[in-house]
């Protein structure tokens, strides 16, 4: 679940996944938090893993992301 700077919001919505008996496991994403989001999911039982910034700016603008998708057939 990525997450950034969700310290009021997070806890619900982790409540719920974490209550699933069909999870196994959550896995939080920290996208480089400045509040105490990471904080607050470790407190309720998720994994948490610190995200890393992207490589490099407009990344997915840059033809980049384009490539995972099928292209369209012309008309």
């Given at each position: 679940?990525p997450?950034?700077?969700?310290?009021?919001?997070?806890?619900?919505?982790?409540?719920?996944?974490l209550?699933?008996p069909?999870?196994a496991?959550?896995?939080?994403?920290?996208?480089?938090?400045?509040?105490?989001?990471a904080?607050?999911?470790?407190?309720?039982?998720?994994?948490?893993?610190?995200?890393?910034?992207?490589?490099?700016?407009?990344?997915?603008?840059?033809?980049?992301?384009?490539?995972?998708?099928?292209?369209?057939?012309?008309?």
């Open positions: 679940m997450a950034r700077n969700e310290e009021l919001r997070i806890a619900p919505c982790l409540s719920v996944a209550a699933d069909a999870v496991e959550v896995i939080v994403v920290d996208d480089e938090s400045t509040d105490a989001t904080r607050v999911a470790a407190g309720l039982g998720a994994k948490v893993v610190k995200g890393e910034p992207l490589p490099l700016a407009g990344w997915a603008s840059n033809g980049r992301c384009g490539r995972a998708w099928p292209r369209r057939a012309a008309r």
